[in-house]
Every structure is written in structure tokens, then in C-alpha cells.
């Protein structure tokens, strides 16, 4: 097996079956090679076929043989197998893979040298510039948080663009790629684009410098009308239905429909846009926009709900489009809602109607900010005890619709972690002091561009203890899960931490949660240049993530040390049975927060619109056949389930402990 010259036989009938060649000595085919599938083909250039066999199974039950119909092919290598057909201008200096099946295109070309857009800038966070983003294949969050928001150390951003520039240089070419089992049908231009393999382009209308990583178990699929120029898509990806994107990175599963436009922006794993609007974006995973009149601008989020018509303004005065805003992990916005830039908004809160005061609550996340009489009124931590909360925690891990076995983000679904928890100490520490300035007789609490009730300040602090105690104690009893716990020299020997890694702040890397130390040491290792290559800095990054419990425990006891006054040299069995105790007291009071919310889905005010044509009684069946019996709600049942687990959970450690 082999390629070889064509035979003059060959060529006499092709040439009579309506082909042409600039040099027929420039082909080179299989040595199975059949002239009878090659028809009204003109080619030029070097040109290598392989086997024509096989056949494609079409929607309706249609099946097409392979052949190369209807074309101009130039500078071109065609695998085994392909069928190519309708080509209304030309193919050209591309490497087309196996059973790729190609019909019905205006034209697919090369034309210089390119890069396959990487390398291309995107202006993220500042349409105006300054933290432009070179993005690249294999681009994740946690790098690309890096690069955007470390720009006070300019050797190591020195270095970040060495790396990523390095890797560019070895995927310039002047030849394009089209992998196997690829499908283009009905499509436009297509230009200086790198396809993977199984990737479908179907009615796309215009590609243009970018890379598509499509794979066998993760493909792509690009739909009608789509638009992109300068862009990366990763695998598993769905574009469709009129989608234009210019100067993006899409990252791995992300769905993108409905005729949402994007510009210069980085959308992570499991991202999904539909009708809206970006420009200028850090969309961290599970970023999810569905609405027409929803605009995100100048802002990084990530496991957030855009309502509709939720807006953000970075313009302020005469210097133009030049702030931006950060909604921390968890964030939702209600219909409507604004927020002028620039602010921060902590951690799993809500954002209900307009907001200009340019607020900061990074220190209070669980939070409601509610407008009131144009003002903004903080409710710290009463999303601690929403249903919502709790079912966006539950339903993240289970809508990971990557299929990729190489995962370019590492995602911690956590809701309570040491970044939340250590949020939730400080503004414990600022709510005391408000009360301590202020006076506890005050009925109103300025803070950071927002006003807070006396009552909400005095429940945000009791949530906060409550969740820091469950959190504290899940730590505890985790680490003692396999303690047998015969007396207090075996608790403290397997209470000790594994490592000192983990102590002081944490960060969200835009999905991995990690020590801010282990941060800096990453920094310090790339500008030293000994991380050079994009590979060894995501090997660090997953070292990271597959850490995250070890780091955990070793922030967590430093925490329970303070917290609960006990040290490894004093602690004992009963002080782990006051501490599991406390533990599941905050767990059931929490459970019982959400179950009370739940009940509110289930309330008469929420059957008005149902049973139009009946009684009370009809409205009340009308409801329970479509939303069902409050008891018999498969959440409801969770909460439930999780109290007598958690339960258990204690009851089980508390009979372990040799109590004096």
C-alpha cells in the first residue's frame, strides 16, 4: 500500500470525465485508487487522494458513495474514503482527513501564514484595552484569570505571553487541517481555519482565522448562519441559529444559539448564550445568559443567571468605556437589573433592580441587593437559606456536559469552601464593627455604597455562624471519617494536617479554588522561567485541584483552633463531641431554613394562575398535577434525607468517642 503517480489510462479518464490538471505529474494517488469516483474536477498544485471507497449514511436514510465531484482543489490532500461535491469557488492548501464528507461550499482556503487564531488579543474586562488576552487551544479559566487580573507583575505577564507565543509558533502554518469524520455542508467562506475531527459545519456562514477542536468524543457543531472571525472553539462546543462572535474563546460544552452576539470576549466551560449580548466579558464556567434584552459588558462572572434585560453601564462621564465589575461565583440578576460599573458583588447574591452606588460586597456573599427609593438595600447572607441557593449548588455538577477526557477547567462545585467561609468570617468582623461605630441602636447601616437594616445585620450574623459552623464541622468530620477515635492521642494524631499549604486567604480562579500561597508560588515558578511550557502550567493547576481537600483540612483546623479555643495539644473527645454537636444543630437549622422556602413554591399565592376554569378545589388539583405534592417534591424529599444523613453522620462519630 502506498500512493503512486497516475497511470496515462488514468488520466485519459479523467480528463474525458470533465477534469482538469495544471500538472497532472503533481497528483499522487492511492494505490487503490478508482478514476471512476472523480468527476468534473479541476486540480492544480500537488494534489494526493486516497482511497475513494466507503459510503455516508444522509439524513432520511440517503446514502452517497465516496467520489471528489464538482470542484477545484488546489495544494490539497484528500484522505480515504472522502466525498466532496458543489464546491462553488475552490478548496485550497488544506489536509483533509478520512471520511470527511464535503458539499454544497462557496470556498475553503489558506492564505498565508496563519496561526488558526491563536494568538489573537481579546479585549476582556476593558473594552478600551489593558488586559488584552492572547487566547490560544488549550487556554483555561485559571491561566486566563491569571493573565487578566495579575497585571502588577509584568515579568510574570512577560513570561505568561512568551509561553503562550511559543506555543503559537508551533501551529503556524500555511496549510489548513480538516480532521476525520468531519461534515461541511451548505456552508460559506471558510478561511484560515484549523476543523478537528468530527466536527459538523452545516449552513455555517462565515469562518475565518480560528481553530474549531473538535474530537471523537467530544464534537462540535457549528449551524446555520453562524458568523465568527478570529476565534477558538473547544471541544464538544454547539453553535447555532445565527450566533456571531468576533474575537472569542469558547471553552469545552459550551451552547451558544438563538442569535447571540459576542465580541471580545472569553467564555468558559459549560457557558450557554442565547438572544443576548456580550462584549468584553470574562464568562467564567456556567455562565448562563438566555434572554434577548440581556447585555453583559466589562464584567467576569461564573455560575451565574442573567435574568432578562439585565444590563451593566461602563461609562461614566467623558472618558468613555473604560470601568468594569466583578459578580463573584453564584451571582443571579433579576428581570431588569442594572448595576452600574464599577463594582463587586460577593459571592452567591442576588441583584435585584438598579443599582449606581458602585457598591462593594465582596465581604458579604450570600446577599440580596434590593433597590429601594434608588437606593440600594443589602441583605447580607439571607441566600444562605434560599432554596435557589441550594438547588444551583445541586444541579451544577450534574449539567457538566463535557465529555472531553482532557478538561481544560478544573471546577470546584463547592458552595462552602475556604474562599466562602473566610469571606463570611470578615464580614462577620464588619457587621460587628457597623454595630460598634454606629451604635446598636441604629436602625440603618451605611456600608460601601449600600444601606442595611438593624434586623438584617443582626440574622446575616447569625447565618454566617451557623454556615461556618457546618462547613467547620464537615471538615472535622471528614478528617475523623476513618479515625477510630479510641482516645485523644489517636484523635490528635489524625486531626494533624498533612501540609502548611492551605493557611491564610483562598482564591476563585474563575472555578478552582486554591490557596492564594500556592498561587503565589505558580507565579513565582513562571517568572523564574521554571514553568515554561502551557502544558506544566496546567499540570499545576489539576495538582491544584485534585489538592483541594488536603489544602482544605489544613485551613479548616487552623479555623477550628480559633474558633472553638482548642489546639492539638489540648483537644479531646469532648470537645469533638461539642463540636459535632454544634455541627449538626447548624446543619438542621440551615435544612430547615430551605425546607420553610421551599413551602413558599407551594403556597396559595402561588396557585392564582392555575385551575382557570374551576374552583378552589379544581385550582388546587390543577396545581399538584403539574408542579405535584409539596412532600412528594424529589427536592423536599433531599432536605429531608439530608438532615437524617447528616443525623447519622454524628451519631455515628459521637459513639465512637471514648468519652470520660
Not at 409 to 430: A, C, H, Q, R, W
Amino acid at each position: 500500500m502506498g500512493y503512486r503517480k497516475l497511470q496515462s489510462s488514468e488520466i485519459d479518464q479523467l480528463i474525458s470525465q470533465g477534469c482538469t490538471s495544471s500538472g497532472w505529474n503533481l497528483i499522487e494517488v492511492d494505490s487503490e485508487f478508482d478514476a471512476s469516483h472523480v468527476l468534473n474536477v479541476s486540480f492544480s498544485g500537488d494534489i494526493r487522494i486516497g482511497k475513494l471507497s466507503g459510503s455516508f449514511v444522509q439524513p432520511g436514510g440517503v446514502y452517497q458513495n465516496s467520489a471528489l465531484r464538482n470542484a477545484r482543489l488546489h495544494n490539497c490532500s484528500i484522505g480515504n474514503g472522502v466525498f466532496i461535491d458543489g464546491v462553488n469557488n475552490y478548496i485550497a492548501n488544506y489536509d483533509i482527513g478520512d471520511h470527511t464528507y464535503i458539499q454544497n461550499v462557496d470556498m475553503i482556503y489558506v492564505q498565508g501564514i496563519s496561526s488558526f487564531g491563536n494568538g489573537q488579543k481579546v479585549a476582556v474586562m476593558n473594552e478600551q484595552g489593558g488586559r488584552e488576552i492572547p487566547i490560544y487551544d488549550h487556554l483555561n479559566a485559571h491561566f486566563a484569570y491569571i493573565l487578566t487580573f495579575y497585571r502588577h507583575r509584568p515579568k510574570l505577564l512577560v513570561q505568561l505571553l512568551k509561553i503562550i507565543e511559543n506555543y503559537c509558533s508551533t501551529i503556524s502554518s500555511d496549510r489548513g487541517f480538516i480532521g476525520n469524520n468531519v461534515t461541511i455542508l451548505n456552508a460559506g467562506a471558510i478561511k484560515n481555519v484549523k476543523i478537528g475531527d468530527n466536527t459538523t459545519l452545516e449552513g455555517t456562514k462565515l469562518l475565518e482565522e480560528g481553530s474549531i477542536n473538535s474530537n471523537a468524543t467530544a464534537p462540535v457543531h457549528i449551524g446555520y448562519s453562524v458568523v465568527a472571525n478570529n476565534f477558538i472553539i473547544s471541544s464538544g462546543v454547539r453553535i447555532t441559529d445565527g450566533v456571531m462572535l468576533n474575537r472569542c474563546f469558547i471553552g469545552q460544552a459550551c451552547r451558544l444559539g438563538h442569535t447571540y452576539s459576542a465580541t471580545d470576549s472569553l467564555f468558559f466551560s459549560n457557558c450557554q448564550g442565547e438572544n443576548g449580548e456580550a462584549s468584553s466579558i470574562f464568562a467564567g464556567p456556567y455562565t448562563v445568559t438566555h434572554h434577548k434584552s440581556t447585555l453583559l459588558i466589562a464584567g467576569m462572572f461564573s455560575f451565574m443567571n442573567a435574568g432578562s434585560g439585565s444590563n451593566q453601564s461602563n461609562h461614566m462621564y467623558k472618558l468613555g468605556a473604560i470601568h468594569q465589575g466583578i459578580v463573584e461565583r453564584g451571582g443571579k440578576t433579576t428581570s431588569n437589573s442594572y448595576i452600574l460599573w464599577p463594582a463587586r458583588i460577593g459571592a452567591y447574591s442576588l441583584i435585584m433592580g438598579r443599582h449606581t452606588s458602585n457598591a462593594d460586597t465582596s465581604n458579604l456573599p450570600f446577599s440580596y441587593l434590593i433597590e429601594k427609593d434608588n437606593t440600594t438595600i443589602l441583605v447580607p447572607a439571607v441566600n444562605l437559606k434560599s432554596v435557589g441557593t441550594i438547588r444551583d449548588a445541586k444541579k451544577f455538577p450534574k449539567r457538566d456536559l463535557r465529555a472531553d477526557p482532557d478538561k481544560l477547567d478544573f471546577i470546584n462545585f463547592n458552595l462552602l469552601s475556604p474562599y466562602t467561609i473566610e469571606k463570611m468570617f470578615k464580614g462577620i468582623e464588619v457587621l460587628e464593627d457597623l454595630k460598634n461605630t454606629c451604635g446598636e441602636t441604629s436602625s440603618i447601616y451605611a456600608y460601601q455604597g449600600c444601606s442595611i437594616t438593624s434586623k438584617a445585620l443582626q440574622r446575616a450574623i447569625s447565618l454566617y455562624n451557623l454556615a461556618i459552623k457546618k462547613f467547620l464541622g464537615n471538615s472535622l468530620l471528614s478528617r475523623l471519617s476513618n479515625c477510630s477515635c479510641n482516645n485523644d492521642a489517636e484523635i490528635r494524631s489524625c486531626l494533624v494536617p498533612d501540609t502548611n499549604i492551605g493557611l491564610g486567604d483562598w482564591r476563585d480562579l474563575s472555578g478552582l479554588i486554591a490557596p492564594q500561597s500556592a498561587i503565589t508560588e505558580l507565579i513565582s515558578l513562571i517568572e523564574r522561567e521554571q514553568l515554561k511550557t502551557t502544558q506544566s502550567i496546567h499540570g499545576y493547576f489539576r495538582t491544584l485541584h485534585e489538592s483541594y481537600y488536603t489544602y482544605e483540612w489544613t485551613w479548616a483546623w487552623s479555623k477550628i483552633e480559633l474558633y472553638y479555643n482548642v489546639s492539638l495539644d489540648t483537644i479531646t473527645a469532648s470537645d469533638v463531641k461539642r463540636i459535632t454537636q454544634e455541627w449538626l444543630k447548624a446543619v438542621i437549622a440551615l435544612d430547615e431554613m430551605v425546607y420553610e422556602d421551599a413551602k413558599k413554591e407551594f403556597s396559595l399565592s402561588s396557585r392564582i394562575s392555575f385551575g382557570l376554569d374551576g374552583n378552589r378545589y379544581t385550582q388546587k388539583i390543577d396545581f399538584e398535577c403539574v408542579r405535584g405534592v409539596f412532600v412528594e417534591n424529589d427536592f423536599v424529599k433531599t432536605v429531608l434525607e439530608h438532615i437524617e444523613v447528616k443525623t447519622r453522620l454524628g451519631d455515628d462519630l459521637i459513639s465512637r468517642l471514648k468519652l470520660d
